[in-house]
């Protein structure tokens, strides 16, 4: 049997990072994915996807990536259910997402901007690239 999803899209909010009892991280995520073809009108509709993310990969995916950032995934679809406050069966389908990709550059303005404020954080202090090689011994990596 195969249970294979790839969707690229956008993110329609920040990643909505928690962590389970265990530590373990989740992130939970809808993703706004157009389809390949035109409505009647002539529009393009899109389709809202729930997604789930687990451990580093959840935790890298809130930190590099914002609401509007367009990002590919490949996963599984997975179905589950729960009872709601009134007794009521609740049926859900999403994606778990295994892997993910940022399909476009950070914008100049950020990466200038973190630039500038990396420069001011370092100006001064002993700690300056200077160019030159660094001396490791073997024994100080932690691999």
């Known amino acids: 049997m195969i249970n294979s999803v790839a969707l690229n899209g956008?993110?329609?909010?920040?990643?909505?990072?928690?962590?389970?009892?265990?530590?373990?991280?989740?992130?939970?995520?809808?993703?706004?994915?157009?389809?390949?073809?035109?409505?009647?009108?002539?529009?393009?509709?899109t389709d809202f996807i729930?997604?789930?993310?687990?451990?580093?990969?959840?935790?890298?995916?809130?930190?590099?990536?914002?609401?509007?950032?367009?990002?590919?995934?490949?996963?599984?679809?997975?179905?589950?259910?729960?009872?709601?406050?009134?007794?009521?069966?609740?049926?859900?389908t999403e994606v778990i997402a295994e892997n993910f990709s940022l399909l476009e550059p950070k914008p100049a303005q950020q990466t200038d901007d973190a630039r500038v404020s990396s420069n001011r954080d370092t100006q001064g202090t002993k700690n300056q690239p200077s160019g030159k090689p660094i001396d490791v011994n073997d024994d100080d990596l932690p691999f």
């Open 10 to 45: 956008r993110l329609t909010r920040d990643v909505d990072l928690r962590y389970t009892m265990s530590g373990i991280a989740v992130g939970q995520f809808t993703l706004a994915v157009d389809r390949r073809f035109k409505s009647k009108s002539g529009n393009r509709e």
């Open 50 to 92: 729930s997604c789930q993310i687990w451990r580093k990969s959840a935790e890298n995916l809130a930190n590099y990536a914002h609401k509007g950032s367009l990002i590919g995934i490949e996963g599984r679809i997975q179905t589950r259910t729960y009872d709601n406050k009134q007794g009521q069966k609740i049926y859900v």
